[in-house]
């Protein structure tokens, strides 16, 4: 009997043990190899999951103890990760999983099913319609989407770049951890549940002509505009300037806001698409209005004491991108990226890479940009923000451009 354990698990919720038919599939499984299986999946996450569902999908003879023999007992090399599945069964087995709850990525997982799981229900990011302005709406719903920011050809160029500097800044870091602090910014979720592998980074990028003339294009159009109504003017300063980059395996970050909650907006932030972002590479939600007033007040004190009654009820948007496609949102905003899952065959496995740049609005100050609780300070070389450039300089069209 074939079936998919993805689709059982989301006919559970409404249609009884289902899961468990799929499971008694196989006449010749062990009952306790079964039921140990129907526990896992309880707290396993979507990852681990995956793995189950891909047997179950494809299975003709081999039962369940035999597929438990074959991942828990696969040859792995000294200092290789086993991988997600082992990890979690092992911490499953030794009760781990169960006991600890506070872990950020099992947190995350937990809001991720709140928000609907397999059957999320954020609908795509949309782009402006005609007549609408870019500040106004990031000013209502805190988010907004602006199409064709870079173009393909400097995107795909910008791209190897990043992910060029994430290998050297990762193999930097190893050697020299005080190197590493500044190289590389803290990003949440960069291990998934039970695993010991990075899977996401926050890479701070040096200020080469690559670069440069990306955030020069970008300041040039709308975006730049957007930018300077929304934060005090073109004497806005430069406050970040990265990379986050995921990969397959990725877990689902937990909802957070780049900055504390305040009254009056502080920073803004820009994450440009450096390649298409698919469904599949965990495309970040964003959670409408939860920027300013009393309810985002009260959606930040949900989170806060993990109230996930919050999750599903919120209504949330995907930022489904083409390359050079952007997002600009208040950092006030909750948000958070998504898993980033196994590419669909015959979709080539790719990394999700986002450009992104903050300009702190001319009227914050330091406290109101602390948020060390999520991520530290802003994520920029010190080299960088040494040049402490600012918004008119980098809205200057190119004809009348000094060298810079």
């Known amino acids: 009997m074939q079936c998919s354990l993805g689709a059982a698990r989301r006919s559970l919720r409404a249609a009884g043990p289902v899961r468990l038919l799929c499971l008694r599939g196989g006449a010749n499984d062990s009952p306790q190899a079964v039921k ?23 299975r003709t003879s081999v039962t369940v103890d035999e597929f438990l023999l074959e991942e828990l007992h696969r040859p792995v090399r000294p200092g290789e990760d086993p991988g997600v599945f082992v990890n979690e069964w092992q911490a499953f087995a030794s009760g781990a999983i ?11 997982w937990k809001q991720w099913r709140a928000f609907g799981g397999d059957d999320d229900r954020a609908t795509p990011l949309v782009a402006l319609v005609q007549g609408e302005d870019a500040a106004a709406v990031v000013r209502l719903n805190g988010v907004v989407r602006l199409n064709g920011c870079l173009s393909a050809t400097r995107a795909a160029a910008l791209r190897t770049f990043v992910l060029e500097q994430r290998d050297t800044s990762v193999a930097r870091a ?53 930018f300077s109504a929304l934060s005090g003017g073109d004497d806005a300063e430069l406050f970040e300037c990265a990379a986050v980059i995921s990969r397959e395996g990725a877990a689902s970050q937990i909802v957070h806001s780049d900055t504390v909650i305040s009254e009056a907006a502080t920073l803004h932030t820009a994450f440009v698409a450096l390649q298409d972002v698919l469904p599949h590479h965990g495309p970040t939600r964003f959670l409408k209005a939860t920027h300013t007033g009393a309810f985002a007040a009260a959606s930040h004190g949900d989170l806060a004491h993990d109230d996930t009654s919050f999750c599903e009820a919120a209504s949330s948007v995907s930022a489904i991108l083409n390359s050079g496609d952007g997002t600009l949102y208040d950092s006030r905003t909750l948000h958070c990226g998504g898993p980033h899952f196994k590419a669909p065959p015959p979709t080539t496995a790719t990394e999700r890479v986002l450009f992104t740049i903050s300009f702190r609005h001319t009227g914050a100050t330091a406290a109101q940009l602390s948020n060390e609780d999520v991520h530290g300070a802003g994520s920029i070389l010190p080299s960088v923000a040494a040049l402490q450039m600012y918004l008119g300089q980098l809205r200057t069209p190119p004809r009348r451009r000094s060298s810079m």
Do not use: C, H, Y
Not at 37 to 57: G, N, R, Y
Not at 98 to 108: F, G, L, Y
């Open 36 to 58: 140990a299986l129907e526990l896992f999946l309880k707290v396993a996450s979507p990852a681990a999951t995956q793995i189950v569902d891909e047997f179950m999908a494809s």
């Open 98 to 108: 169960s006991k600890d709850r506070s872990n950020v990525a099992r947190r995350a």
């Open 174 to 226: 190893a050697a020299d951890a005080e190197l590493g602090a500044t190289l590389l910014s803290r990003v949440l979720s960069p291990k998934d549940a039970g695993s010991a592998e990075v899977t996401r980074w926050d890479v701070r990028l040096p200020w080469d002509d690559i670069v440069r003339d990306a955030v020069l294009e970008m300041m040039e159009g709308e975006l730049g505009a957007a």
